[in-house]
């Protein structure tokens, strides 16, 4: 366009003849009106034409009163004291130019050597640096100058806060974790999931740097006058040619203050190859270090030696109890709507709480606020379909997106009995986001999923979450900003049972609750940024009804009593830079949490098992009543110390707690698992972490290299007793017993970040032992010793690979091995009722077999015309390349009197897969 | 669901997979006793088994405690001895025990180790109402139904006898004697009995129940193409009460060591009966006594009436009635028919033996008292 322009105008200034040009005289009071809306005006009034490029005005405003002046004077006055220069020519064709005066017309005395044109006649301003800066063409974003704080024509001494957001300049995203940082200052800011950042920079110009993946890095000149906003774009890659697989921004791991966060970007996530092909985002979790799970078919997460209801799992703050499909061989997120995932092992921030081990955070895409656009994709078990678009163009904008599966296909390929059984499932996405002013945004966002399987219609299963909320975004001023949210959580199970019309029952339990929260973020100074708020979680459980199902049915109806309670949660931190080297984020949150009534409570003699015989009283509350109260404070503490720019180490220290516990009786995470609120007689979870790291990146920061290593203490782990009853138990506190634990463990990591072969290799060394140290409890497991954890795997070595062979055809390959998990063995064997069976006894003193798999896929894209109707891809691969049969348990069981020995593997041959998807 | 599951899984996916895995040795294995058997409340015998555990790798299946001396005693005085028969089995024709009563068992082994149970509280057991049988998916489902009206016994175990009546493939004229001796002699071990006994806990509950119902439990699976069901079968059930802790042992028991394998099993746990070491506490007895009555039922189910279908293998041969030919094919197979020529018996048609001979099947000739 500028070159255009520039041509344009020699071309037009060769061939004209200059003038004066006083004829036409302009009056007019312009106030506070755009440059756009003040051409208009002229040109309403006189024969002139503008020609000019919005962008290079959008940080002007005209506000000038004038009688009777020439265009020329009107325009001085009306750019005075900005790069904006103007041309004008013979035929009354304006052009405005930014920085690089215009000759319209050639100078009276042009074919008179040695005169000197006085440009001033036309131009004014700075004096400027000439030409585009074609050497870098990928890193300068655009010519334009911003400018942020109030003009003056001195610049001010000082410090400035500088803060704005980060977009896609095609759909109007704001952009998560995007690196803005100026190399001379050695300073540098991450934007957050609004794509707001706030940076603090001393008066005068300077090249600001912004990188995020799947982005163009960018760099903008900026001359900061003071306090002042600053919102840029940055333009996509069109093709994604040095993708980051798995990304934490290119500097941040040596930068950011916090110890063990892993992000994943969802180009990173799809390029994971899967069974069957589904993108999963959990499956992709599992494969960084200090996440594990006790098998393929469980989407039950370990982080660093935590239990899977140990982690927190927000979908834009919506806590997410089961986060699988088809009893956990899938996980409930859809890949086309989901933006990026944060996993915080770590270093939790202190505005998250009420969970032990692990934050995982996964924010889902605004609407395309430009256009309406979708995609649609088919695999072998799901297929999926998702519209985005504007409501109000750049104002408010949708996402929708539905999963479903037809697997029932496969399920009729069963051998009978099992053919008549049924699976299914959906999830539905709908984001809106409105922008209502300059300071305030509004962000909803709704999610359900159900599953649905009956197998051989015996027994009918179903679960479903069901989450709301709306956000609200208020900027108070540059410095502080504010979110507050509302929403409701819920998830539900039920089994239902007809075939024995006797027997025939609905067992049902939900947890509901309802979420408030409000989050401020506050940069006082360049030294100290300040987060602070309220939270609060209203729960209502249900924790089972069982109701008979049909007239015959004699199911006596049991109900157990539901449970209530409130969490809440203050916090304040300080992230604050002590020196350019230093910095620490420290933080405070005071969880409390109220177990109200109404509902009966035991009272157990003191010092004895918890069982009918010790029951001294039970004491009836009313409703809405606290019943207990539990509340301590949690410490978020971490430092960061840099040594050179491309190494750093990190210290960190993190307690958590935790009250509402899941109950298992299962290796696997079953749809069937209970959840249970504290109360008087069980206590909440406590945790603590301390962690320590090492980071340094090399070439150019494009490979990342890191080693944490870590400490971990668990308090009141709620465990189960031996044969315990954990569905419809009205008194569940005689069938659990406090555990303990400890976890430690080393994780290493190299990662390419960049380049045609990309992505990483980590190795994890992790243990974590449990003793079960309740005094009352009779029976405890392995008379009182350590033992460990069915997830716990000592050795992990995961290496993930992607190859661009060219930009249409992309290769990855990913490799895992780690030690077999722990199961318990028999240690003898006995005949009884008419059989051989097994005695077992030292849990988990055994390990099956080790762990190896490789995937393979290719990604084939159709090809990058930016303007096609639509685009396609293919993936294409084979999940266990190597066919090895990985058991996920063995077992022995008695068949026909004797006793055998099984192994099972989930996946136990290498199984090729392709999915189609296709964007419009 | 656990088994369900484990097939889904297995069929889904039809990749997945289950392969045979050998119990690793394990150095620390233990012998513990095991005490098996119910204090017959009522009409008859009482028998107490005790065995000890066996290691892993063990040859035997079973290692009977022999030379104990077994008591039963009230806790309101009285005690009983039960007197050794064979193989760890102590017995006792009747023992006068009396509803409500508690009794419990003491046990004095042969290394001088003293055992004793908790006391138990006799109980009694409903009549069974009916033995129902259903085809499921061409197996046969074999369930039970019973009730309480004083709704007190709730929890419910049951065992039981089968019988089956086997009838060879090829019906014998002739019988083999040894060597290369043949002689004449109609349905010759033809028609024959085999005889089973419950190998899985199969216990019940109607306690999530108004009323104290059990409808269609299942006891037996017999899986398609069974011999059982291609003449005729009968099932003896006999059913016996449990407390509830009794239940709740037997219900670990079978989940520890009847499980499937499927994602979503239950780990193994551990768990205590009702009987202790008194000589070493630390030492753990495998077993929960319980006291009942018994209630028994029977029922036969004939092939046509399950419409069931079963085949042997079996093919025949003509062999040449010469020594040296007759030599070559016995034992394996036997003679049932023969074609006759000029000179006599040309060829005797043979098949396998248990195609003729219903004892080469493991069947006994005797029939039941009851058949």
Known sequence: ?920 | MNRLIFYLVIAVFIVSCRDNYELPLRSNDVSLLVVEGVLTVGQGATTITLSRTLKINEVANFKPENGAKVTVEARNGGTFTLSETNNGNYNHPQLPLVFGQEYRLRILTNDNKEYLSNYVVAKQTPQIDAITWRKEDNAMRISVNTKDPTNSTRYYKWDFDEAWEIRSNYTANYRWISGTTIVESPNYNSQCWKFGKSNTISIGSSAQLESDVINEAPIHYILPGSERLGVRYSILVKQQSLTKEAYEYFKIMKTNTESLGSIFDAQPSETKGNIKCISNPDEDVIGFLTASSFAEKRIFITQQEAGWVYRQLCESVEVPNSPESISRWVPGFLPFDSKEGLSGIEVYVMAQAPCVDCTARGGLLNRPSYW
């Open chain 1, 1 to 920: 366009m500028k070159k255009l322009l520039l041509l344009l105008a020699f071309v037009v200034g060769l061939t004209t003849v200059a003038k004066t040009q006083n004829a036409v005289l302009i009056s007019g009071k312009f106030e506070k009106i755009t440059p756009e809306i003040f051409f208009k005006q002229i040109e309403e009034k006189t024969p002139y034409y503008f020609y000019y490029d919005v962008k290079h005005l959008d940080s002007i405003t005209i506000n000038i009163d004038v009688q009777n002046q020439s265009l020329q004077d009107v325009l001085k006055q009306a750019f005075q004291n900005t790069d904006i220069h103007f041309a004008v020519d013979v035929q009354n064709r304006v052009f405005i130019t930014k920085k690089i005066p215009l000759i319209a017309s050639l100078p009276a005395n042009f074919f008179k050597p040695g005169t000197t044109q006085q440009r001033e006649d036309y131009t004014h301003g700075l004096t400027v640096n000439t030409g585009i800066n074609n050497v870098r063409k990928a890193v300068l974003a655009d010519n334009k100058l911003y400018e942020v704080g109030n003009k003056t024509n001195t610049i001010k001494q000082g410090n400035a806060v500088v803060n704005g957001y980060v977009r896609n300049s095609k759909s109007g995203e704001p952009i998560f974790n995007a690196s803005i940082y100026v190399d001379s200052l050695n300073r540098s800011v991450i934007s957050n999931q609004d794509g707001y950042f706030t940076i603090t920079l001393p008066a005068g110009a300077h090249k600001l740097n912004a990188q995020s993946i799947g982005m163009e890095d960018a760099q903008f000149n900026v001359v900061v006058y003071g306090n002042g906003t600053l919102n840029f774009e940055m333009k996509e890659h069109v093709r994604l040619l040095k993708e980051v697989v798995v990304s934490a921004q290119k500097i941040a791991n040596v930068n950011r203050v916090q110890l063990g966060v892993e992000r994943l970007s969802i180009e990173s996530i799809k390029k994971v190859p899967t069974a069957f092909g589904e993108v999963d985002i959990l499956r992709a979790v599992l494969t960084l270090p200090g996440v594990k799970t006790v098998g393929e078919a469980s989407t039950g997460l370990n982080v660093r030696g935590g239990s899977s209801d140990q982690n927190l799992v927000l979908m834009n703050g919506a806590t997410i109890y089961n986060p699988s499909h088809f009893f956990g061989m899938f996980s409930a997120f859809n890949p086309e709507i989901v933006k990026d995932v944060e996993l915080y092992k770590s270093s939790i921030p202190a505005k998250f709480g009420g969970r032990l081990s692990s934050v995982l955070d996964i924010g889902l895409r605004e609407g395309n606020k430009k256009e309406i656009t979708g995609s649609a994709g088919i695999g072998l078990l799901t297929s999926r379909l998702n519209i985005e678009g504007p409501l109000v163009k750049d104002k408010t904008s949708f996402i929708l997106g539905g999963r479903t599966t037809y697997a029932n296909w496969l399920l009729k390929m069963l051998p009978s009995p099992y053919e008549n059984s049924k699976a299914s499932f959906y999830d539905a996405n709908l984001s809106v986001n409105h922008n209502i002013g300059k300071k305030d945004d509004l962000y909803f966002t709704g999610y359900i999923s159900r599953d649905r399987f009956n197998l051989a219609s015996d027994t009918t299963y179903g679960y479903s979450n069901l989450n709301f909320n709306l956000r609200w975004k208020h900027q108070f001023n540059n410095k502080l900003i504010a979110n507050f949210l509302v929403g409701s959580d819920r998830y539900e199970y039920d089994v239902t049972s007809e075939q024995n019309k006797i027997n025939a029952y609905k067992l049902k339990f939900d947890i509901n609750q309802l979420n408030l929260k409000s989050d401020f973020s506050y940069v006082a100074n360049s030294n100290h940024t300040f987060e602070f708020g309220v939270n609060a979680i209203r729960y209502q459980l249900h924790p089972g009804s069982f109701h008979p199902n049909g007239k015959e049915s004699l199911v006596e109806p049991n109900v157990v009593a539901k449970e209530q309670a409130l969490e809440s949660g203050v916090y304040f931190a300080d992230r604050y830079t002590i020196s350019s080297k230093l910095s620490v984020n420290g933080g405070i949150r005071y969880s409390m949490f109220n177990y109200l009534g109404g509902g009966d409570v035991n009272i157990y003699t003191p010092g004895l098992p918890k069982d009918e015989s010790t029951v001294i009283e039970t004491k009836t509350y009313d409703k809405g009543r606290v019943i207990n109260t539990y509340h301590g404070p949690e410490y978020r503490f971490s430092a960061r110390y840099v040594l050179t720019t491309s190494s750093s180490i990190k210290a960190g220290f993190n307690s958590q707690r935790q009250y509402i516990h899941m109950l298992s009786n299962t290796t696997a995470i079953a749809p069937t698992d209970i959840w249970k609120l504290s109360d008087p007689n069980i206590r909440p979870q406590q945790g603590a972490q301390l962690s320590i790291g090492y980071y340094k990146n090399l070439k150019a920061n494009t490979i990342e290299t890191s080693v944490e290593v870590y400490y971990k203490k668990i308090k009141d782990y709620l465990d189960y007793k031996p044969g315990a009853l954990l569905v419809l138990n009205h008194n569940i506190e005689t069938d659990v017993m406090n555990t303990k634990g400890k976890a430690y463990g080393a994780e290493l990591m190299v990662k390419k970040t960049s380049g045609k072969l990309n992505g990483w290799i980590s190795y994890t060394y992790s243990r974590i032992l449990l003793q079960m140290d309740d005094p009352t409890v009779s029976l405890p497991v392995n008379d009182g010793d350590w033992y460990p954890a069915n997830y716990d795997k000592p050795h992990d070595v995961t290496a993930i690979g992607n190859f661009k062979v060219n930009h249409r055809f992309s290769l990855s390959l990913n490799m895992t091995y780690s030690t077999g998990r722990p199961i318990t063995l028999p240690i003898g064997r006995f005949y009884y009722a008419g059989s051989q069976r097994v005695l077992y006894a030292d849990r988990n003193s055994y390990r099956i077999p080790d762990y190896f798999r490789a995937d393979f896929a290719m990604n084939i894209d159709g090809n990058y015309k930016v303007k096609q109707r639509t685009h396609n891809s293919w993936t294409i691969g084979v999940y266990n390349l190597t066919g090895r049969r990985n058991p996920f348990s063995v077992y022995y069981t008695s068949e026909n009197g004797q006793v055998n020995g099984y192994k099972l593997s989930i996946f136990g041959s290498a199984i090729p897969f392709v999915n189609f998807n296709i964007r419009f």
